[in-house]
């Protein structure tokens, strides 16, 4: 949603703020943080980026409050920002914001990624760029910092940071603490989905969304979380507003109260529920008119001000105070919370370094249900890790058992019945064994370090008999489903050896005919050699074959990211899949051996996704609406997939409101996409 919107949405509810001033329940609870952070860029909404920036530290330091201020590249090169920085008292934290612009990236000696928006994740996100133009951005941003501050900042953010870089930024300058956002599926065209919901936790080196699980693979750098979701509505929405609305950033755009601000915050800042710590971040970025801080963001700092009992950190003692308690790997974390918006429902989450899985329990129904279930496989791989993300969207997802927005009909309901009298009887843990204990009045859910215990009448569904990434097993009445560590493809995804003689797409997108012309001429040939050889092509002609399919082998690759993609696909109702006959020959990847998409090699969908595929160069070529209509009328098509690789990015080419058939995006991640005609 663009800012400005978002701004008028605020209108009312900042006249609500102070005709009524809400208050928040102060209980003290030790270890119990809340972290300001401002993120500040110069944007389209900023008319005087220090006078914005003034009108927002001041409203933190009338409170005396301590905050983190993480600083653009284009902000560290504005006079008045700078300026008004070193004036700042020292209670204040300064770090780095990384968002790439065109001055950055050119300061850089880095060819920067036009697009249509500056937003875009080609564009702004270091992922957008190679391995060593990471590099040079991050090392030209962090000594402007150092010339400017005199230091290295310990703290650094954006909505997304890849795993490559944060490695880096880690051995090279010292950098302990960064923000990212907390999960969402679909809000701004970022995907952020299977994380630690809302909470912090330390990074894998080969893929930021994954809690490390040994000191091995760890970055010990800590992911903070910007914009912490409703643990009910923040996964499914209740509404036609993204899911990621609900969340202490955007509420008060899709209309809700403030005091559902004060509700969320106080949920995840206060420690409950025997975990070891309550941590949320809080903030605005700094490129809003000046006034705005004045409304909502002055009331978000009163309401943390009034919280005797919480710690205000910034991000650089956070991490410390973090690091210090958690030397190894992050901790297991419960979240249990009643719907803020009062419909009797309560989502419950647990996550450690091994898993994360999500519940709600509906109060009036007597209905649990376990809507999210994924283990965190430590060899899987973010698929921005080496290769360049050239996509408007940012896609960063992890694999799912139980998924009920990407697949509902993976959903499980478990006939436990209703809750017992008193919290501590529903809840408990032992500290100890890191054992969390949920009790309901018909069956008892014990989470483990690396698996889930239930006991009760419970069947598993086929789902999870069928995933093989699970080992279901059942004794007496215990049901007990423990994790496979690693996934069932490897970091280098599958490697195919195939014999790939083809016409490249480049000569028949110009010469549509050419595959039949291609096809006469060796008839012709082969007629020209029957003609001379006579009855030795009897054996000339296998030799020969042999020979050309001996020389066009070609070594192919599905990555981790595209085989899960193909696994939806393998659970779909049976139809035929319409796909693409089309390669790219100039396009640059950064894998060892080539996509297969890429190479124009689509038999791989058929025999993972077990779908028998139409592969077409019409469909290819289609210039209309009509005639993508066509093709799948004559493909008797029930799917199209789409391969999505670095350079090589397949296509809708028509928004799907255009075309006739009915088409329902439902899979896509970052390297594929499929449609289903409804």
């Known amino acids: 949603m663009d800012k400005s919107l978002r701004l008028l949405k ?16 102060a209980d003290f609870e030790e270890n119990s943080f809340i972290t300001i952070v401002n993120p500040v860029r110069i944007s389209h909404t900023t008319k005087n980026p220090k006078e914005s920036l003034l009108a927002e530290y001041n409203e933190v330091k009338k409170r005396s409050l301590p905050a983190t201020w993480l600083l653009t590249y284009d902000a560290l090169k504005n006079k008045g920002i700078v300026e ?18 065109p001055d950055f990236a050119q300061a850089s000696s880095v060819s920067y990624n036009l697009a249509d928006s500056w937003h875009r994740a080609a564009s702004i996100f270091l992922s957008g760029y190679t391995q060593e133009d990471r590099i040079k951005l991050i090392n030209k941003v962090m000594e ?9 900042p310990k703290s650094v953010g954006s909505w997304w940071t890849d795993a490559f870089s944060l490695k880096y930024l880690e051995e090279k300058y010292g950098v302990i603490a960064n923000l990212s956002v907390s999960d969402q599926f679909s ?26 699980k040994d000191l091995e693979e760890k970055i010990d750098i800590l992911m903070l979380r910007w ?14 507003a993204s899911s990621g609305m609900y969340s202490l950033q955007d509420f008060a755009s899709i209309g809700l109260p403030f005091s559902y601000f004060e509700k969320l915050l106080s949920f995840y800042a ?48 956070f991490a410390n105070w973090y690091k210090n308690e958690f030397k190894g790997i992050s901790p297991p974390q419960i979240i249990i919370a009643d719907d803020f918006l009062d419909t009797g429902k309560k989502g419950i989450w647990f996550q450690n370094p091994n898993y994360r899985i999500g519940l709600l329990y509906d109060s009036k129904k007597k209905r649990l249900t376990v809507n999210d279930f994924r283990i965190y496989h430590k060899d899987f791989e973010e698929p921005f890790l080496k290769a360049v993300n050239r996509q408007n969207g940012l896609f960063i997802s992890l694999p799912y058992v139980i998924d009920s927005i990407i697949k509902p009909d993976t959903k499980w309901v478990l006939p436990c019945g209703d809750l017992p009298a008193g919290r501590q009887d529903f809840v408990s843990s032992n500290k100890e064994k890191e054992v969390f204990l949920l009790n309901f009045k018909s069956c008892q859910i014990k989470f483990l370090d690396r698996s889930v215990e239930l006991e009760g009448n419970i069947e598993p569904p086929q789902n999870l008999n069928l995933n093989s990434s699970i080992n279901v097993k059942k004794k007496n009445n215990i049901l007990s489903l423990s994790m496979e560590e690693k996934w069932i493809v490897p970091p280098e995804g599958i490697t195919l050896n195939v014999q790939n003689l083809r016409i490249p797409f480049g000569l028949k997108r110009r010469f549509p005919n050419l595959p039949g012309f291609a096809l006469v001429c060796f008839l012709i040939a082969l007629a020209l050699l029957l003609k001379v050889f006579k009855k030795k092509t009897i054996i000339f002609i296998p030799v020969l074959f042999l020979l050309i399919a001996l020389f066009f082998k070609q070594k192919l690759y599905i990555s981790q990211s595209e085989f899960e993609a193909l696994m939806f696909l393998k659970d779909m109702p049976v139809g035929n899949v319409l796909v693409l006959d089309k390669d790219c020959s100039r396009c640059v990847f950064h894998s060892e051996f080539k996509p297969a998409a890429a190479a124009g090699y689509k038999k791989y969908i058929e025999k993972y996704g077990q779908k028998k595929i139409v592969q077409s160069l019409n469909f290819s070529l289609a210039d209309s609406p009509e005639k993508i209509d066509r093709e799948i009328k004559k493909a008797r098509a029930k799917y ?37 005609i409804i």
Not at 10 to 21: D, H, K, M, Y
Not at 84 to 101: A, N, P, R, W
Not at 273 to 285: K, L, R
């Open 84 to 101: 008004l920085t070193k004036s700042m008292d020292s209670k204040q934290e300064f770090g780095i914001f990384l968002e790439v612009s």
């Open 640 to 676: 199209i997939y789409f391969a999505k690789y670095e350079d090589y990015i397949e296509i809708l080419s028509y928004p799907p409101e255009n075309i006739s058939n009915k088409l329902k995006k439902v899979f896509e991640n970052a390297n594929a996409q499929i449609w289903q």
């Open 227 to 240: 914009a912490a979701r409703d643990p009910v509505n923040g996964y499914e929405s209740p509404t036609e």
């Open 187 to 212: 809000l701004d065209e970022y995907r952020v989905w299977g994380t630690y919901w809302s909470t912090p936790y330390y990074p894998s080196k080969i893929n930021a969304s994954l809690p490390a």
């Open 270 to 317: 206060l420690r409950k529920d025997n975990n070891q710590f309550g941590h949320v971040t809080i903030g605005f970025e700094g490129d809003m008119p000046s006034n705005f801080y004045s409304g909502h963001y002055a009331q978000m700092l009163e309401t943390v001000s009034n919280l005797n009992h919480i710690k205000i950190l910034t991000m650089r003692d």
């Open 144 to 152: 402007d910092f150092k010339s400017l501050f005199g230091y290295y």
């Open 10 to 25: 605020f209108l009312p509810v900042l006249i609500i703020f102070f005709l009524f001033p809400l208050k928040i329940s």
